[in-house]
Structure formats: C-alpha cells, structure tokens
C-alpha cells in the first residue's frame, strides 16, 4: 500500500515538530523565518523517524507509512531549504533535543509491537500539531510565499495522519 506522492512546494509539512510548534516570535518576519524552522526540523525528524520504523517497526503498514514520511519530506525539504536560501534564512543543522530524545525513547522499544505502537502515537501527536503549526501560519504568516508553502503542505501531513490512523486501527 505504498503510496508516492509529488511534494512540489508542499515544503512544510513536518512532523514530530511537537516541540516547534509553540514556537512563536516578536516581528513578523520572525514569525515565518520560526515557521520555516519548525518546519524544517520536522522533515529532518520525519525522514530520521521513517527511516528507523524501516529498521525497528514489526508492522508492515507501519514500515510502509514510514517510507511515505522519509520520500515525502525529503523531497518537501528540498524545498524548503531552497525557499530559505532565496529569502536569507538561516535553518538548523539538526533536530531538536526534544525530537532527539523521543526518537531514542521509541527505539527502546525496537522489534516489538510496542515499538508500532508508540511509534504510531507519536506521528498521530505530530501530525496534528503540525497542522496547528500549518494553519497558523497560513492565517498569520506576512510572506507570501511561506504561506503558500504552508497551504500547499496541509493536505500532504493531512494524509500522512490517515495513514497513521489506518495503522493504528489495524493493531
């Protein structure tokens, strides 16, 4: 059941950027220069989480959904870092300690359906953040382009959380 998708410009479309998605600064170019942070810290979270459900998950719908996250928003931050560099934004080299630390709580549990099940949990809390984060700058964002970014992201991360719920329903 996997799934391929064209990202094109749907460069936003993170997902464990729990932590991110408080993220809310002062000026208005602040505010999107916080967006396109989160957002790309989520990629990087969301191809590193893709990548170990490949290794860790005993599911095949959840090892499916993780190759979906890591092809999409590798290609999403593509995207995104392109867009930062045309409007001289500085992104981060990693993820955040917050991301970094629920990643190794979920490898705890590598090889066993806990590990599905946590892991799971964990996308359908992201993803739902995310569309929080998403929304808000599409509502409060001042750059256009950022916005439109954010619109043409929401129904990528909207997927991503059906195919996460589907997961969920099947254990």
């Not at 930062?84 to 992104?91: F, H, P, Q, S, Y």
């Not at 066993?112 to 799971?120: A, G, I, M, P, S």
Request: contains cysteine.
């Amino acid at each position: 059941m996997l799934m391929r998708h064209r990202a094109g410009t749907a460069v936003v479309a993170l997902a464990l950027a729990a932590a991110a998605a408080g993220t809310a600064l002062a000026t208005e170019c602040e505010h999107d220069e916080a967006f396109l942070t989160a957002a790309h810290q989520g990629n990087m979270a969301e191809i590193a989480a893709g990548k170990d459900a490949g290794r860790h998950a005993v599911m095949r719908c959840t090892k499916e959904t993780g190759e979906v996250l890591v092809s999409d928003h590798t290609r999403m931050d593509e995207s995104l870092r392109a867009l930062a560099k045309r409007l001289k934004v500085t992104l981060p080299a990693a993820t955040t300690a917050d991301q970094q630390q629920e990643m190794k709580d979920i490898q705890k549990r590598a090889g066993t359906r806990d590990y599905d099940k946590v892991w799971l949990k964990a996308q359908e809390t992201g993803h739902v953040q995310v569309l929080k984060l998403i929304d808000g700058e599409v509502k409060t964002g001042k750059d256009q382009e950022v916005q439109e970014a954010a619109r043409a992201a929401r129904p990528f991360v909207a997927h991503h959380l059906d195919l996460v719920r589907d997961c969920m329903r099947r254990r």
